[in-house]
């Protein structure tokens, strides 16, 4: 475990350094590029859960169970039932069977 921390922190510090010019032995070259790539596959998966959370909260608002949320699976047909249920005007302003509305 100390190895891979030592190899994580060594990786970091020779990716985010800026100083100087790339070195033909630098250990860690051939990993340049996996940083962006670590980045563009971890953030929809960190987004995932609010992103549904906010989606589920706004089918609450609109009077639809979460479940309506499986709409979005069918291709563009989903998409525009979604569209549509999303901006529906809300049906309970104050309380809803799924709880109360929070005042901000």
């Known amino acids: 475990m100390v190895n891979v921390c030592i190899f994580i922190a060594l990786f970091l510090f020779m990716y985010l350094s800026i ?12 990993m340049a590029p996996v940083g962006p790539v670590v980045f563009l596959v971890s953030w929809p998966v960190i987004n995932a859960v609010p992103s549904l959370a906010m989606t ?20 563009v047909v989903g998409t525009l039932i979604m569209v549509y249920f999303l901006t529906c005007p809300t049906m309970h302003p104050q309380s809803s069977k799924y709880g109360n509305r929070r005042q901000v």
């Open 56 to 75: 589920i909260r706004r089918l609450h608002d609109t009077g639809r169970s979460g479940v309506y949320y499986l709409f979005a699976l069918i291709p």
């Open 19 to 30: 100083s100087g010019a790339a070195e033909v032995t630098n250990p860690l070259g051939f």
